[in-house]
T-cell receptor, first 118, second 114 residues
């Protein structure tokens, strides 16, 4: 149980285009989803926390107009990289927390999406 | 700023060798600590966690970690590694408690040779 599916797993696109990444909790409801970015040989950096039905909370230094997050249902959150440029190339990982009664519900991670902007 | 540091980026061991991966965090208040593992081609999985109580926590697959508050450390150990332990290991901390905002270390890539 507790499977998180991320799609696509790999995307290559031209500079200036927008790219949407989906994160789905397949067998549980997730009130909270997290989006991370990982640079080569570096740690996962939290970009934003997304709560179902409300606006995402972005970490310091993350442009909310650049990285649009939508969490419209209890099983789906999307990250859209708008007007992507080569410096946006990275590995993006989502995680989802179960809709439990306390904060001790674990985060379940997706497989990640490798984004390459040419 | 809150941070998590892992001492080793790459570790190479032979099967049956003992393993210890270092992790230090910089946060003076209450913090929850985690070790995650990422096997090749797979997603991050939780190995073990520390919230409170016994500072020696046992996780899956024979792993354990010890929380030493005075040293701000949470090192991961396994007495005898197997080839199947080849993976990347991430230490993480949650200063806000629970599994909320996680701060990850850079990861340690472990290669176990038969």
């Amino acid at each position: 149980g507790a499977v998180v599916s991320q799609h696509p797993s790999w995307v290559i696109c031209k500079s200036g285009t927008s790219v949407k990444i989906e994160c789905r909790s397949l067998d549980f409801q997730a009130t909270t989803m997290f989006w991370y970015r990982q640079f080569p040989k570096q740690s996962l950096m939290l970009m934003a926390t997304s709560n179902e039905g409300s606006k995402a909370t972005y970490e310091q230094g993350v442009e909310k107009d650049k990285f649009l997050i939508n969490h419209a249902s209890l099983t789906l959150s999307t990250l859209t990289v708008t007007s992507a440029h080569p410096e946006d190339s990275s590995f993006y990982i989502c995680s989802a927390k179960s809709a439990g009664g306390n904060s001790n519900q674990p985060q379940h991670f997706g497989d990640g999406t490798r984004l390459s902007i040419l | 700023a809150q941070s998590v540091s892992q001492h080793n980026h790459h570790v190479i061991l032979s099967e049956a060798a003992s393993l210890e991966l270092g992790c230090n965090y910089s946060y003076g208040g209450t913090v929850n600590l985690f070790w995650y593992v990422q096997y090749p081609g797979q997603h991050l999985q939780l190995l073990l966690k520390y919230f409170s109580g016994d500072p020696l926590v046992k996780g899956i697959k024979g792993f354990e970690a010890e929380f030493i508050k005075s040293k701000f450390s949470f090192n991961l150990r396994k007495p005898s590694v197997q080839w199947s332990d080849t993976a990347e290991y991430f230490c993480a901390a949650s200063p806000s408690g629970g599994y909320n905002k996680l701060i990850f270390g850079a990861g340690t890539r472990l290669a176990v040779h038969p």
